[in-house]
């Protein structure tokens, strides 16, 4: 490695030609970045005081150490983004400076012979700088002044177009030409058989600010290897893979889906900001490595066709399409581990269409019915990740509605009788994604389907603004003495909420005259408005009325997993039959000081969660939610507890908790706390929430 500080126009003018290579990223600065170099720019050209603005290192790689007599092409490792920034803001300048030269060698002839091209070369040994696809059309496109091609690069024509802009506005260009002779990089050459490009690169982007985590992974995956089998990797299956994306797409999603990928394969769910890392460590597996680069590259693409089937709308099969919008409209990334396995293996045969489709809406009930429910979503990532190493693949559909149906406590699939109780009871106009619920109820079972997004959502007892703003004389009357109550309590409700084109028409208008209209409910074409014309008035025994009727169509919409009782019964895990225990076989918390305390402690802890319960062992008490998260160990003088988490997570401001880690104590866990009082119990109880919210994943990144 040879590094040397140069003042970059001195780099540019001296330096044959800089190749971006294929592997690298795309240009992706951003109009944000590119105020920040034209304000650095503009202060420093104004202020003599400023002798150098740094601006960075500019790394690259050749097979000898470089010297600027070599005309040998610059292969750059680091420092893309800003050369191409600055030869954006020259070929602006050149545009924008005519026939003037503010200051010595800033002509437009001198500015594109030094900078921008080498003027005795031709083909493309012509350019200074060399992009890859899209970009390097459109950096050519600019500085021939010829027309954009079609699938021009949007970051290289916006960011041109923006210095552009800035350049017109002035009046005086020395400012600008004054402060670009100022700036300042670090030359950095490699040598390719002395210096690893990669570990450099890597220790150069360790805050990971600069690059993404999939911009690792890539330049990882292709960086070590020659540049013939590059080339045909990134041309095979990276580039195809990038364009299926889209350029935007890309920048946006391709981390998540790689942190998707990873989840599938390792069915553990990586930190966002340890996505690279963990790659590493799977690609280095020694049933990955032993297959070679190819198939892993092969692999990744696959499943990115996948992601942006469901992820991002590119899905062909009319059925499908609609089912991954519904799943979109939800929300529902955490599911995305799961759908590519699905996916996979529907590409693969394994699971019909049928069978896909099915699972997908089996997905989609699950997500809403918790939502209406209002079950935490704690988990929910945790239980996708991990559903796949269950599933029996050669009774695929089957193995899919077991593992929901086997889903316990603050997991479980909620079942007809609470969903059809919770969803006539709950805020469903502030619902996250209200378009979609009503879409659904509406279309269901249609073939000509309607487009609700032409509609609004219409209160047939009105919402009014606030409450100062009281409902019509002609309202209060139809619901009665009790109207606020009724108000308060149901205008957000399944059974007062429907479809209208005429809104505006209905305003706060009486019950009749919204159904008489010449466009009223009486009239309507929806099915959301069947019945409503018929009651006499819209009181609370009316909407009570509309709300179960909806609901027992919401059950059938978002319908539940069934399966015969012998069939589920196979699924079921062997349960070893136990010696039944109870608190009689604990006297301490049945009478005296620490019985108090412990019934109060009990319902402490049964109040955190519907899912929790208690079991009574023989050496102590267990709480639950899948498995236990606090023991109590019943003893003469205090309760001692068990909470099972590792003792380096605990947050113990009070510093009340041992670490018993590894001493083969009862009770399961490696923190151990103990209390007598039952003005602990706070205190306590905020300790035993850690575990209880460590083991339900209320912590999950």
């Known amino acids: 490695m040879k590094a040397t500080e140069a003042k970059l126009l001195e780099f540019l003018k001296k330096s044959p030609q800089f190749v971006i290579p294929i592997y690298q990223r795309t240009y992706s600065w951003k109009e944000k970045e590119c105020q920040q170099l034209w304000d650095d720019i503009i202060r420093s050209g104004n202020n003599v005081d400023i002798n150098a603005h740094f601006m960075g290192s500019v790394v690259y790689v050749e097979k000898g150490l470089y010297s600027v007599s070599s005309q040998t092409p610059l292969l750059v490792i680091d420092g893309q983004q800003r050369l191409t920034t600055i030869t954006l803001l020259i070929s602006a300048l050149t545009e924008v400076i005519g026939e003037q030269e503010p200051l010595e060698d800033f002509s437009c002839t001198k500015l594109k012979g030094y900078y921008l091209t080498n003027p005795l070369e031709s083909g493309e040994k012509f350019y200074k700088l060399v992009l890859s696809q899209a970009d390097d059309k459109s950096l050519k496109a600019i500085i021939k002044g010829l027309e954009q091609p079609d699938n021009r690069s949007i970051r290289v024509v916006e960011n041109y177009e923006f210095f552009k802009s800035k350049l017109q506005k002035l009046i005086d260009l020395k400012p600008v030409c004054s402060g670009l002779a100022k700036l300042m990089v670090v030359d950095i050459s490699l040598n390719r058989e002395q210096d690893n490009p990669q570990l450099i690169f890597e220790s150069m982007n360790s805050t990971g600010r600069e690059l993404s985590q999939a911009d690792l992974i890539r330049n990882y995956i292709l960086m070590g290897l020659e540049p013939e089998h590059q080339t045909h990797l990134y041309e095979q299956y990276w580039r195809p893979m990038e364009l299926t994306f889209g350029q935007q797409a890309y920048s946006d999603y391709f981390d998540s889906f790689m942190r998707h990928f990873l989840t599938v394969k390792t069915r553990e769910i990586p930190k966002i900001g340890e996505v690279y890392e963990v790659f590493k460590e799977y690609s280095r597996r020694p049933s990955i490595a032993t297959k070679g680069v190819d198939e892993l590259v092969k692999d990744i693409r696959n499943y990115a066709v996948f992601f942006c089937a469901f992820a991002l709308g590119k899905e062909k099969d009319e059925e499908l399409k609609l089912a991954f919008k519904d799943l979109r409209e939800l929300k529902v990334d955490v599911a995305y581990p799961l759908l590519l396995e699905l996916y996979s293996d529907f590409s693969g045969d394994l699971l019909s269409h049928s069978e896909f489709l099915s699972a997908v809406r089996i997905i989609e009930s699950y997500v809403f019915r918790r939502a209406i429910c209002e079950i935490p979503t704690n988990s929910m990532n945790k239980t996708f990740a991990r559903m796949g190493i269950g599933l029996k693949k050669d009774r695929y559909l089957e193995s899919i509605k077991a593992a929901f149906l086997l889903l316990p406590s603050y997991r479980r699939f909620p079942g007809d009788e609470e969903f059809h109780r919770k969803i006539q009871t709950k805020d469903i106009y502030n619902f996250r994604s209200k378009s979609y619920w009503l879409r659904r109820m509406e279309n ?258």
């Open 444 to 701: 269901f079972g249609r073939k000509e389907r309607i487009l609700v997004d032409e509609y609004t959502i219409e209160h047939i007892m009105p919402q009014a603004d606030n409450k100062a703003e009281k409902l019509p004389l002609v309202w209060r009357s139809e619901l009665g003495d009790e109207w606020e109550r009724v108000w308060e309590i149901y205008r957000h409700t399944l059974g007062n909420l429907t479809l209208t084109g005429y809104n505006t028409e209905y305003s706060n208008s009486a019950f009749i005259a919204k159904c008489e209209h010449e466009y009223g409910f009486k009239f309507s074409p929806l099915k959301m408005n069947e019945g409503i014309a018929v009651e006499a008035k819209w009181d609370e025994a009316a909407i009570q009325k509309r709300a179960n009727k909806l609901a027992n169509k919401a059950t059938e919409v978002w319908a539940k997993v069934e399966l015969p009782k012998d069939i589920f019964d196979a699924y079921k895990p062997q349960i070893e039959q136990s010696t039944a225990y109870s608190l009689a076989d604990h006297p301490q918390l049945v009478t005296g000081k620490m019985a108090d305390i412990y019934q109060a402690f009990r319902k402490a802890v049964l109040g955190l969660d519907p899912c929790v319960t208690e079991e009574v062992k023989k050496l102590y008490v267990a709480f639950k939610a899948e498995t236990n998260f606090v023991d109590v160990v019943p003893q003469a003088k205090r309760l001692r507890l068990s909470l099972n988490m590792p003792f380096a997570e605990i947050d113990d401001p009070r510093g009340l908790c041992k670490d018993v880690t590894n001493l083969g104590r009862w009770g399961n866990g490696d923190v151990e706390v103990g209390f007598d009082n039952l003005n602990d119990i706070p205190h306590i109880l905020a300790l035993v929430t850690q575990a209880f919210e460590r083991q339900i994943g209320a912590d999950d990144i």
